[in-house]
């Protein structure tokens, strides 16, 4: 199984992109975590990265593009993959189809999350990311996803790990650059996601709702899946 998932920054995308990864037992690639662990490591593609990452801006389509292209050839691929976080614009969705054309791999699902703007702006300033796992959901603002507390620390609430706020979260410019990115119908995220819809054939596109809570949005995808 194939599939694309797209959201806006803030609509759960990676949240409900690890259950819906977990159900199928694909390899999970999503660009923004390989481009934090090479940041992580200091390596030489992080430090091109870091600098587009935390203005918001989407690092260039000549590493980016490359670097996703190339993990999908990986062994762990080859029983399937679900991709998120790419592509993030036209040029890296008509480069990314092409490619699994001429590879002769089928694209089986595109999942779109959609959300208003506005409730994905609120949605990311108060989101915490557990060191264990990025997906685990931590929500300061969100009840039935709050952090909990453990030794006067706030501590992930599935298995207790450290919390952090990502830099990018927390920079108002930063995240309204990264939903100008998403929404724009022209050239970026949004025009990505309309090229697929657009595409036919053999892959089935699915709009979702992100408003609901996890549960039923999960819900939502698993039954349109
Ligand atoms: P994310 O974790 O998906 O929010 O990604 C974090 C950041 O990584 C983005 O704001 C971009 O700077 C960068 N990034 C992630 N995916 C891409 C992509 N497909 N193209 C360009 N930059 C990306």
Known sequence: MNILIFGPNGSGKGTQGAIVQEKYNTAHIESGAIFRQNIGG????GKKAKEYIDRGDLVP??????????????D????GWLLDGFPRNKVQAETLAKALSDANIKLDY?????????????????????????????????????PVEKDGEIVCRVCGGALSARADDQDEDAVDKRHDIYYDENTGTMAAVNFFKALGG?????????????GEVTENIMAAL
């Open 42 to 45: 200091g390596t030489e593609l």
């Open 61 to 74: 389509d000549d590493i980016t593009i490359p670097m996703i292209l190339d993990r999908l050839k990986e």
């Open 76 to 79: 762990d691929c080859k029983d």
């Open 110 to 146: 595109v999942i779109e999350i959609v959300l208003p703007r506005d409730v994905a702006k609120i949605r990311i300033t108060g989101r915490r990311l557990c060191e264990n796992d990025n997906n685990h959901p931590n929500h300061i603002a969100f009840d039935a996803i709050k």
């Open 202 to 214: 053999d892959t089935k596109v699915i709009a979702i709702d992100g408003g609901p809570s996890i």
